[in-house]
């Protein structure tokens, strides 16, 4: 009889444990298996490769989602998998070299957006990715933070601008370099929570002797964290985290993309991506009392494609090709230059002078700071001018501007509206000086 009541016991309190231990998924949930892993990149802590150990690893746990960090793009093509679809966001970067992190997704990816992070050392950045998997939508953010405290700060408060913007189920994995008690996540707790909370700290890092829990798990109120732990693995300096979590699947269905978070400075004027049409009229008056006029307009055909015509002296028209604004941090950030750039190349023409070409570059270095390099192959203007525009509000600009033949100009915008500016400049040069009121209609 005791031996009876015995097993009967044990059987209870083994259900029970069981059930204290992990909620069942329902009918209908979404299970899924997430990895976060800082792949050293590419190399073991003995400096050799380590491209063959993860394809070992994902195969034998075969996770959903794969968060990595210090990836170059030929290790994402050395793991070419057909079940997995994978991105990559660089963030040290130069014209040859990309490095910074991946997901890879056993399902479909419906959007990217790459974000760069606020910080002063090394460039970070985070991904954010709308996945499909299993007929299920939701969104995956992968970061790796930086080494400093205060630029944690800054990133985490950058992050948590994008989770607060995006009300969809969401998993966040990372190298965050700092343990997740640390106060500089209790903004980020509002909407997150990491898998140790409920499993326990998650040491990762060093492999050799774990004692730091650098490498997390969050997801927020949409998912339940039903596992946790590391993986012994001794191809990086991190030791891989594994999470078995669960989506509640009735409650949603396909995500919207949320508009973009701006995590970067405003654009001036000249970046606009969506070109419209601009007239222009000017007066002026030169050193000789002669009463000076100019006129402009630029006629969008395309959108980035354009008709510009100018009368300043003499008239000159222009077939004109606009680029996309560009990040500069996606070709140079490993030279510490960031900022945001953009160009026009334009084929001119006008009465007595050889077709020539003009190439406008953009380059803004901050929310104040544009630079302008005007280089033209003939005409009758100057071969060069270079331009330094400071904002002093959204409103009012002032700038400096100087050519090749000896030509210097300052002067004033204020943005009166969306569509009216207006610009004073005064210019001299060698043989002559001349004020000028300009009026643009956009």
Do not use: C
Not at 60 to 84: F, M, N, R
Not at 182 to 188: A, E, G, I, P, Q
Not at 211 to 238: C, K, L, M, T
Request: aromatic residues 10%; negative net charge; charged residues 20%.
């Amino acid at each position: 009889m005791r031996r009876f009541i015995s097993i009967i016991s044990t059987i209870l309190i083994s259900f029970f444990a069981i059930g204290a231990y992990s909620a069942p998924a329902y009918a209908g949930d979404l299970e899924l298996r997430a990895i976060t892993l800082n792949l050293h990149n590419g190399k073991d802590t003995q400096g050799e490769s380590n491209i063959e150990r993860l394809a070992a690893l994902i195969q034998a746990y075969s996770p959903d989602l794969i968060g990595l960090q210090e990836v170059q793009p030929h290790h994402l093509k050395q793991l070419a998998h057909e079940d997995y679809s994978w991105i990559i966001g660089p963030n040290a970067n130069l014209l040859t070299f990309r490095f910074g992190n991946a997901l890879m997704v056993r399902g479909a990816i419906l959007y990217h957006r790459h974000h760069y992070l606020p910080g002063r050392l090394e460039q970070r950045g985070i991904d954010e990715v709308g996945v499909e998997i299993g007929g299920q939508q939701f969104v995956v953010l992968n970061t790796h933070l930086g080494l400093g405290r205060q630029e944690r700060q800054r990133q985490l408060e950058a992050i948590q601008t994008i989770v607060a913007n995006t009300p969809h189920p969401m998993i966040l994995l990372g190298d965050f370099n700092t343990s997740p008690t640390d106060s500089v996540f209790d903004n980020l707790r509002q909407h997150l929570r990491e898998a140790g909370d409920e499993h326990g700290p998650i040491l990762t890092f060093p492999t050799s002797a774990p004692r730091h829990s650098i490498d997390q798990i969050w997801v927020n109120e949409h998912f339940r964290i039903e596992s946790a732990h590391p993986i012994a693995w001794e191809g990086s300096d991190h030791l891989p985290v594994l999470a078995h979590v669960i989506l509640a699947t009735s409650q949603f269905g396909p995500i919207t993309i949320p508009p973009e978070t701006p995590l970067g400075f405003r654009s001036f004027s000249s970046f606009r991506q969506d070109r419209r049409a601009e007239i222009g009229f000017g007066v002026g008056r030169d050193r000789d009392e002669k009463d000076l006029w100019a006129g402009s307009i630029s006629i969008p055909i395309h959108r980035q494609a354009f008709v510009h015509s100018v009368y300043d002296d003499q008239p000159i028209t222009s077939l004109g090709w606009s680029s996309e604004p560009f990040d500069l941090r996606d070709y140079l950030s490993l030279t510490r230059i960031s900022g945001a750039g953009q160009w026009n190349i334009l084929a001119s023409w006008s009465s007595g002078y050889e077709p020539w070409l003009v190439w406008e570059q953009n380059y803004q270095w901050s929310n104040h700071w544009l630079s302008r390099i005007t280089i033209e192959t003939g005409g009758p203007k100057a071969p060069w001018e270079i331009q330094q525009i400071y904002a002093f509000t959204e409103q009012v600009s002032g700038f400096v501007a100087a050519d090749a033949d000896q030509r210097y100009t300052l002067g004033f915008s204020i943005d009166a509206s969306p569509h009216h500016q207006w610009t004073i400049a005064h210019q001299i040069g060698t043989d002559h000086s001349r004020w000028l009121l300009t009026w643009n209609i956009r």
